[in-house]
Structure formats: structure tokens, C-alpha cells
């Protein structure tokens, strides 16, 4: 089983219109084609993150998640072309374990004792990097400093699948997304959780500075690599807006 996580990044002004689509013709179209395969089909609306928050390469619409028992062959595949948004939106997706392959922190809390605000991050080692290199630095280096310094209560990541793994589907000829606004070249999937956002302005001021850069790093500061291109993040709680799998119905 693997599990699809796609991030979108929109201009504000364009939410109505987007909001339609996804509820009237986007969802219900993956869910009727590719019900079969898709276990579950859940959507979140991220939180309005602060002004300070934004800087770290931060997506402010939809992350939909897709548990997928098997994919089904790329394609068009006897259906219609998908129903084009009314604007294209930044897009950063990718297939991951449906289960974390690594889990650091918090997994003896119980639900109710702490509040869930969930940074997730994709993230990906610098064109050039090994991913051997970039795995020995983030499992030991960055992840012990993390544990030790505190602040995020729960933390957990899980490795990209590498193998190339096209969503289904397809949109109408011409009228495809531009190539630039999709990225998909992640290597991993984190989550740190905090309990407000003043937690994790402080993890921002206190811990980030102290944390050890890798020889390939492109900036100083952390994450160590351009926010917006090489790591996204958005800010979730703990349960999705939308389980379109159960909620949402299409004709086709």
C-alpha cells in the first residue's frame, strides 16, 4: 500500500472558485474512476500560519492524502479527461510508505492530552547530493538534535518511493498544468507536531540556530535548503476537513 500526498499553494483571491471545483468535479471524479483502489480519499484545509510562518517555503490550500491499495495503469483508461480547475494551482506531491518508515518522538501520548498542530514537510536532498549522503546526515545528525532539544512533542518521517508512479488519469490535451508549477522530486515526508503556533516560533528561534548543517547545504540557515523548492511545508490539525471517499459522489 502507498500513500499520495499532494499540497496546493493558490492565490487567495481564486479560493471560491477552487473550493467548487474540488468539491463539485475534482474529488468526485477520483473517487468514481478510482474508488476500487483508494481506500481512502481524505483532504485537509491547512491553518492560516502567521506572516513568520510563510517564509518557510508554506502551501496555504488543500493536502490530500490518497491510501491506495494498488495503483491502477496510468492513462486515460476508458474515462474522460479531468475536469480543468479554474486556476492552476503550485502543486507538491509525491508516493510515500502508507506508514511512517521512521518514528522519533511522542508515540506514547495518548489523543487528548496534547493540542495537534502538525508541521508537514516535504523535502528533498539538493540536485547532485546521494541519497545515501543525504539519509546519513538526516538520521545522524539532524534527528538526534532534534530529540534532544525538544520542543516538537511528536516526531515522525517516512522515505519517498523513488520508483516513478504517475497519478492516474489525465487531463485534456493542451490544457495540462504547466510544468513548472508541479514539484515531485521530495525524499522525504515530515511531521513535527507542536501545540500552538507559539511553540513553534519558539522551536524557530531557539532550536533551528543550533542545528548542524550538511556539508551540501545551498543556505546557512535552516532547513538548509531553498523553502519553496527543495522544502514545503503546511500546517494541519489533527483530523481532515474532507473524507471525500464517504462524503463526495460523481457521475463519471
Do not use: C
Amino acid at each position: 500500500m502507498l500513500k499520495s500526498i499532494v499540497m496546493h499553494d493558490i492565490a487567495m483571491e481564486h479560493v471560491a472558485a477552487m473550493e467548487r471545483w474540488y468539491w463539485r468535479e475534482h474529488a468526485p471524479e477520483i473517487n468514481r474512476r478510482f474508488g476500487p483502489w483508494l481506500v481512502r480519499h481524505d483532504s485537509y484545509l491547512p491553518v492560516d500560519a502567521p506572516p513568520d510562518a510563510r517564509g518557510a517555503g508554506y502551501f496555504n490550500w488543500r493536502v490530500t492524502e490518497g491510501w491506495w491499495r494498488e495503483m491502477p495503469e496510468p492513462g486515460p483508461r476508458g474515462n474522460l479527461a479531468f475536469s480543468v480547475p479554474p486556476q492552476w494551482p503550485r502543486v507538491a506531491a509525491g508516493f510515500f510508505a502508507a506508514q511512517p518508515t521512521d518514528d522519533f518522538v511522542g508515540a506514547d501520548v495518548q489523543p487528548g492530552e496534547r493540542q495537534v498542530l502538525r508541521w508537514t514537510t516535504l523535502s528533498a536532498y539538493p540536485a547532485g547530493v546521494l541519497p545515501a549522503e543525504g539519509e546519513r546526515w538526516f538520521l545522524e545528525t539532524l534527528v538526534p538534535q532534534l530529540v534532544r532539544a525538544g520542543g516538537a512533542w511528536r516526531i515522525f518521517s517516512t522515505l519517498a518511493h523513488k520508483q516513478p508512479l504517475p497519478l492516474p488519469g489525465e487531463w485534456p490535451a493542451g490544457r495540462r498544468p504547466p510544468p513548472e508549477s508541479v514539484l515531485h522530486h521530495w525524499d522525504r515526508l515530515t511531521e513535527l507536531w507542536f501545540e500552538t503556533f507559539a511553540d513553534w516560533r519558539q522551536w524557530m528561534r531557539e532550536v533551528a540556530p543550533t542545528l548542524t548543517p550538511p556539508p551540501w547545504a545551498t543556505q546557512t540557515a535552516f532547513p538548509f535548503v531553498q523553502p519553496g523548492r527543495d522544502f514545503v511545508g503546511t500546517f494541519l490539525l489533527e483530523r481532515p476537513t474532507d473524507e471525500f471517499a464517504r462524503d463526495a459522489r460523481g457521475t463519471l
